[in-house]
């Protein structure tokens, strides 16, 4: 039983600690963060940031209980967590040699956490110039010469990002969407812990590519886990819709822009469309996982354009049907045919992650238009 006086128990409840490593002897100014204490440099902050400058010389309190001159009356940074505010402390106190140990040394996951603590706390605070900084400091560790180099993220630096996503810092969706599809890779768990993450945020064309690859692994895969309601009627609609789209586009004589000559323009046109309609049957040997992998079925189907060359053989460790063969012979437009089933590709993956969008309800293939389209 606590028998501990009501005003001790609130103290206790209430306890702030200095930060091991800026709470300065000699700093004139104390900020808190959550419960953590920082007494810093004044002149530091206000050279740093407008925002900052002009806090601090707010006249804050009464003469008697000045913000900020000490620790039982700190200004109070609200919505900043104190491991952001160690992150911005370290970008302003740290020599050159400890940034560069700190690169060199520190796990990649850890220096991203800290580079976007940074870029977040001097965003809110129009630190311009050190934003950009960080924000090219964690790219070119992140994505040198355009490649991840077996890079992963964590789901703690994935949280990082989405908390920035919203503020619209230029460069930052074409650098973080990439490397957050290239982390969740084919795992099922992480899929759902990152759709889960930007339920607070509007990142549409990511959440809808997150659902579209859990999709993509397979209904056992998504159906092992725990999901709420609103996530399981999102994947059966989208389930429903990626079997429609493809129903739709096996059916459809491909968009070709015939060369041949016009006695054989009907031939040829019924000899394309019996080999888009082979090709679109042996897609699912590409896809074993799940029928409704669209774009990775369009990969096979457009992999046969190598493998069809000079009449067939096979291309990259990849045969050819026998039927795909056959039919590829009868086809007078090739060249036009190859360039269609590119189009179609390339096309592929948007039409695919419309189908996720909730706006766009159930579709029927008898009924659609393409490309699709969502509000």
Known sequence: MNTA????????????????????????????????????????????????????????????????LEDAHPIVLAGDTAEEVRSLMWAIYSRPDEIASFLDEAPMNAQCIRFLQIMRLTHKYDCS????????????????NGFYKGFTASLTTIDCIVQLHPLGIRGLENWAEPLIRHTVGNKNTVLIAVIRLLSSVRWPWLEKYLYYRLLCLGTASWKALTLTDEE???????YHNLREL????????????HTCAAAARVQCMASCLDLWLELCTLSARGTPAAFVDLTGRMRWIVSMKGALKNGGGSYVNLPVPPSVQALW???PCQHEFKVALQSVSDEMEKNALCCLDPSLGLIDHTACTLPLSVA
Request: hydrophobic residues 45%; aromatic residues 6%; glycine residues 4%.
């Open 5 to 68: 006086p009501q005003s001790e128990i609130e103290v206790l409840r209430d306890a702030v600690a200095h930060d091991l490593h800026f709470y300065k002897p000699d700093g004139n100014v104390v900020l808190q963060a959550e419960q953590t204490l920082f007494r810093v440099h004044r002149s530091f902050l206000a050279d740093l940031s407008p925002v900052l400058k002009d806090m601090l010389e707010l006249p804050l309190g009464d003469e008697l209980s000045v913000e900020g």
């Open 129 to 144: 110039k050190l934003m950009g900084w960080a924000f090219k400091t964690v790219r070119s560790k992140t994505r040198p």
């Open 232 to 238: 399981r009627m999102r994947l059966l609609a989208g």
């Open 246 to 257: 493809w129903a739709k586009l096996s059916t459809e004589r491909l968009d070709i822009k």
């Open 329 to 331: 012979a009868t086809v």
